[in-house]
């Protein structure tokens, strides 16, 4: 039978207002979206958002507000970002101490990282160096853990304080080179740089883009870099991994990711992991982020919520082992 044609129009117009909401959930988003940061304006977290979020507004289309909400290590950020879940526009880049080891550092964070927090995608990564003076009698790896080894603490290392990733990576190291090293800490990265210079204390973990320029000074001498892999910003450093007897997978990275509330749309979640992945794999971001001590490392969102779950249980055992000590 033939449909009249008022009918027909009727028909028409019924399914048009069915694919409305479908229609503008494609428009996502219809507002300016905001990205928190838990640290101050000019940080190295805060500057990596900026590279990702300027060419993000444009691929949405709207603007991307970031929302600088330093302290607790992060962990403010975080928590903001959940006080505005359920409109949608909230999200948060963060590093991976706040999802990671902040629910054994500070236990009232307020959330859960495995029920509260949907991964997007990880942003970057960053490794560290081990540094020692320039004057020091450490030329190599081999020569630090020989020594190390001679009796326990017997060398020291610094950082800005327990539980910061230079203090637990450096416990990292520790255990597994087999030796006891003594942990001085500093309130500040430019103190563990004054004394590692100085020769106040032996060595210290911390970022390239930080120990590079003292290198190249003629202050600092690198033995080595926490990556699997040579990292380009430091290629001639060679890795820590399988020397020295420290096993061969041995890793530790510091790493920014993308993060939403759960229950996020998954589309949303899709879309931005999309439109990020794409970002990062323009060269010139790659080389923006290179510039100030991270490699892009995009990823699934399931990649993410990997990662967090085994560097969890890794720095987790890792905070054991130092609780256990008397």
Known sequence: MTIPMTRRAALAGALALTALPAAAQE????????????????????????????????????????????????????????????????????????LT???????????????????????????????????????????????????PEFLSYGSVGQGSGAHLTAELFADAAGVSLLHIPFASYAEVTTSIVGGEIDAGFMAPSAALPQVDAGRMRLLGITSAEPFPQAPDVPVLAGRAGLPADFRAELWNAFIAPVGTDPAVIARLNTEIGKILADPEVQQKLLAIGWQAAPGTPADLAERISADTAMWGAVIDRVEAQP
């Open 27 to 98: 428009a996502w988003p219809t507002a300016p979206i905001h990205v928190y940061v838990g640290f101050p304006a000019g940080s190295s977290p805060d500057t990596l958002t900026r590279i990702i979020t300027e060419p993000l507004a444009e691929r949405l289309g709207q603007p991307v507000v970031v929302e600088n909400k330093p302290g607790a290590g992060g962990v403010i950020g975080v928590q903001q970002m959940l006080a505005n879940a359920g409109d949608g526009l909230s999200f948060a880049t963060t590093i991976n101490g706040p």
């Open 101 to 151: 080891t902040a629910a054994r550092l500070m236990p009232s964070t307020g959330y859960d990282a495995t029920t509260d927090i949907a991964p997007v995608t990880l942003i970057a990564t960053s490794p560290l160096v081990l540094a020692v003076s320039a004057s020091s009698d450490f030329t190599d790896l081999e020569s630090f853990v020989a020594a190390a080894g001679t009796e």
